[in-house]
C-alpha cells in the first residue's frame, strides 16, 4: 500500500514558472491571477432534444447516482452507485438484488465524493482483481483510496489497498476525481481532483489534480515521465473521465472549470493529455499557445461540466463509431444537461472537433432525462447512460424524485 507525502508548495518549481501571454511574455506563477487565454474555435453546434434515428428506452432503474458503468468479459453490466455499492445487472436489465460489493458504512458520501471509479484487471477474469476507488472518512477528514477486491464466488472478496490517503474536501466533498481506466499498454490510469485547492495540481509531490499511471500492483512503471513518481501528467482541476480516441491512440480527458477562483466561471474543457506535461490549471484558463502548457481542444463558456468521455466503439450505431461521446451535468437544466456528440472529420488533424450534437436538450434549459454521468459502450453495441439525478444537485423535482437509472441507446 502507498501513501505518498501530501504538501502544497507556495511556489512553482523553476520549469513551470514561465507562462506565456498572448501578447506579452510575461512570467507568471501560480500565486498570481489565473490567466484568461483565448476560447479554442467551437464547431457549429445542433441541439437535437430527441434524435431521430435512435430510440432510448430504459434499460434498468431502482439505483442511486450512477458513476460507473463496465462490462465484464461474460457480459455482466458492473454499476458502481456512489453511497458506496457495487451492482450486477444481466443482459436483460434484472439488477442481481444483492450488491456485489457493499461499502456503505465506510464511505464519505457527499457532494463528488464516494465510491467512483471502477476497472477490470487486463486479464479479467482469469485474474479477478476488480479496481475501485472510493472516498471514506477518518477522525483527521476524508481521504481517497484505490483499491482492488478479488473475486469470489461471483462476489467482492478480500480488499487490497493500492494508493492511501488521497485528497478529498471535507467540506462540500468536492473535486476527488475518481475515474480508472486500463490502457492497452496494461497499465491503470487514474484521475484525481485537485480537493479544491487549485496549487496542489502544479505540484509534483502532490498526487492531486493528475492523471496517475501505475502497474496493477500500484507500482510506478519503470518508463513514467518523472523517474519514481506515479503521476503521468498534471495541471488539472476536477477531471471525471478518461478514453483512448481509435486510431490514433490518443488519451481524451473531460475538466471541470472553475466556480469562483478570481471570479472566474465555467471553462470547463476537453483536453487530449500529454505524458510528462502540464496542463494549464491553476496557471491558466482557456488556451495561451505557451509551450509549458497543454492547451485545451475545447473551453466551454457557459459552463458544460463533463461527467464522463467515452469514444464509441461498437457496430451496432456504425454512424457513431469512433465518435466521443460526453455526459454534462450541471446544477440546472438552464446549465444545459445533455449528451454531447463530438465528430472528428479532419484527417489531417484528427484531434479536431470538426461539429458537435447535443442530445436530450432542446437548446432552451429543457433536459429530457436531466443529470446524465456514466457511459459504456455494451458487448450489443448499444450506448449505455447512467443518470445521475440523486446526488443533491439536481434542482428539477421531475427528475430528482424519481430513481437513478441506465438507458439504453440503439438504433430506432
Known sequence: MKRWN????????????????????????????????ELPPMPEITWIESPDAYQVEEFATDLQVVWSIKFAPDGRMFVTERPGRVRIISADGVMDPQPWLSIEDR?????????????FHPDYPSDPRVYVM????????PYNRISYYTEDSGRAGAETILYDELAAQERGGSHSGGTLQFGDDGMLYVATGDAFERQRSDDLEDLAGAVLRITPEGDVPADNPWPGNPIWAHGMRNPHGLSWQP????????DHGPTGEDQLMAHDRIIVLEGGRHHGWPIMVGAIGSPDYVDPILTFVPSSPPGDVMFYTGDLMPELKNDLFVSVLGFQPQDRQNLMRIRFEDAADPTRPTSMERWFNDG?????????????????????VGTSNHDGRQMTPEHRERPDRILRITPR
Open 6 to 37: 501530501f504538501k502544497i508548495n507556495k511556489t512553482i518549481a523553476t520549469t513551470m514558472l514561465s507562462a506565456l501571454l498572448t501578447t506579452t511574455s510575461m512570467a507568471v506563477s501560480a500565486q498570481d491571477e489565473i490567466i484568461r487565454g
Open 107 to 119: 464511505i464519505f458520501f457527499q457532494g463528488e465524493s464516494g465510491l467512483t471509479g471502477l476497472a
Open 134 to 141: 472510493y472516498t471514506y472518512m477518518t477522525d483527521d477528514g
Open 247 to 254: 486510431g490514433t491512440g490518443n488519451l481524451f480527458a473531460g
Open 364 to 384: 432552451e434549459g429543457n433536459s429530457v432525462y436531466g443529470r446524465l454521468r456514466a457511459l459504456a459502450t455494451g458487448p450489443d453495441g448499444a450506448l449505455y
